[in-house]
């Protein structure tokens, strides 16, 4: 496969994502997980390499996250309502339930309620890595049924950072970082397409979000709604576009990976049963495997039942049952969040770690076996 074809492939970005985070897990627990802490936690200029990949690096992620929210939703899967509903009605039902079963099973333990919004996320990459490896098995239309889910899955997670996970905040940074989005609006609105003016001001808009208390990557997403995605000309892309191609290979394959080998990195040497069945894992791990299949199915039974929307085009009820548990892959996000929930406590982003891992891999494992007995089912039927 040359390397063109390789950076086009769906699938190549999930695969690089499960590489890298598996050498981070093995190094952990052979002997390697001193080395790991090093550089883990190695400080360059004030900012350790965690934290400069969690806050500056992830940013950009987020501003490729904020480019496909605004294009889906103006030119793509996402533009007309009728396209929107089921997915995000979906999304909003693969968010609440898995955070509700957190939620109950750590009633009990006031100190790791901060964890509720780990398991409402869906990894894009990973899922529709994984679902582009199953091939013709799975019915186009539910590939892009996913991808709008997980677009919308991220909008709503963006949402919930930006409420429920900020520090004390500095109301004259925060001013600023207002003022600086409304000249991004202004540039916008009076035609501006040159992308190094907006990638100019989007270092000084991260500067003020940072300093003011909400979490940085929120200015990633808030730049990206503020490149123009009109004003083509002669054949050429819109600015959005530009950016969007751009960005998209170093964000697959180089930013999304180090995520992955900065962040999975946990040992199981000396993990004990109390641990593994501790509230914070338990609760990600239930709410990713059983929450986000219930939340997305009842919406989607509910909807269809009543009219409102039908399955996509081509896919039978057990082959969206199967698409929904592959929901389940919270990876990048929930390890993300999971990092704002519990910054200053090790022994928490161990459990986060034990049980987005657990929950992840069983939404895998069950999905794809879901897919290919749904496949089956349909090979006989032809």
């Not at 899922?127 to 186009?140: A, E, Q, R, T, Y």
């Not at 003011?212 to 009109?230: D, M, R, W, Y």
Request: aromatic letters at 8%; one cysteine or more.
């Amino acid at each position: 496969m040359s390397l063109n074809k390789l950076l086009q492939s769906p699938s190549a970005s999930g695969v690089l994502l499960i590489l890298t985070s598996l050498a981070a897990i093995i190094l952990c627990n052979t002997g390697g997980e001193p080395l790991y802490a090093a550089f883990v936690h190695h400080s360059v200029s004030g900012f350790s390499i965690e934290k400069f990949v969690n806050d500056v690096l992830m940013s950009i992620f987020f501003l490729l996250v904020g480019l496909e929210i605004k294009r889906e939703f103006l030119t793509g899967q996402l533009a007309q309502w009728s396209q929107r509903i089921l997915p995000g009605a979906a999304a909003v039902g693969g968010m609440v339930v898995p955070a509700a079963f957190y939620l109950f099973i750590n009633r009990h333990q006031p100190e790791t309620l901060a964890g509720w919004a780990i398991p409402s996320a869906t990894d894009i990459a990973f899922s529709l890595g994984i679902l582009s490896l199953l091939g013709n098995k799975v019915p186009p239309s539910l590939k892009v049924f996913l991808a709008a889910l997980a677009i919308i899955d991220d909008l709503g997670a963006v949402i919930v950072i930006a409420l429920f996970y900020t520090s004390g905040i500095d109301l004259m940074m925060l001013g600023a970082a207002l003022l600086t989005v409304l000249g991004l609006v202004i540039l916008n609105r009076r035609g501006v397409t040159a992308l190094p003016i907006y990638l100019s001001i989007g270092v000084l808009l991260w500067y003020f979000v940072y300093q003011s208390g909400i979490h940085a990557t929120v200015a990633g997403v808030l730049l990206a709604l503020c490149i123009p995605h009109s004003g083509q000309k002669r054949g050429r892309p819109s600015a959005l576009l530009t950016l969007e191609h751009q960005l998209a290979p170093w964000v697959s394959f180089l930013i999304i990976p180090i995520f992955g080998f900065v962040n999975a990195g946990v040992s199981f040497i000396h993990t004990t049963s109390d641990q593994l069945f501790n509230g914070v894992p338990m609760g990600i791990m239930v709410g990713l495997l059983v929450g986000k299949q219930l939340g997305i199915g009842l919406v989607a039974v509910l909807l269809v039942s009543c009219g409102v929307a039908q399955l996509p085009k081509g896919a039978t009820a057990l082959q969206f049952y199967g698409v929904a548990i592959l929901c389940g892959i919270g990876f990048t996000m929930s390890l993300f969040i999971g990092g704002l929930a519990f910054p200053d406590s090790p022994l928490r982003l161990d459990e986060v770690k034990i049980g987005v891992l657990a929950g992840s891999l069983l939404s895998v494992v069950c999905g794809v076996l879901v897919l290919q007995l749904a496949h089956r089912g349909v090979t006989r039927k032809n």
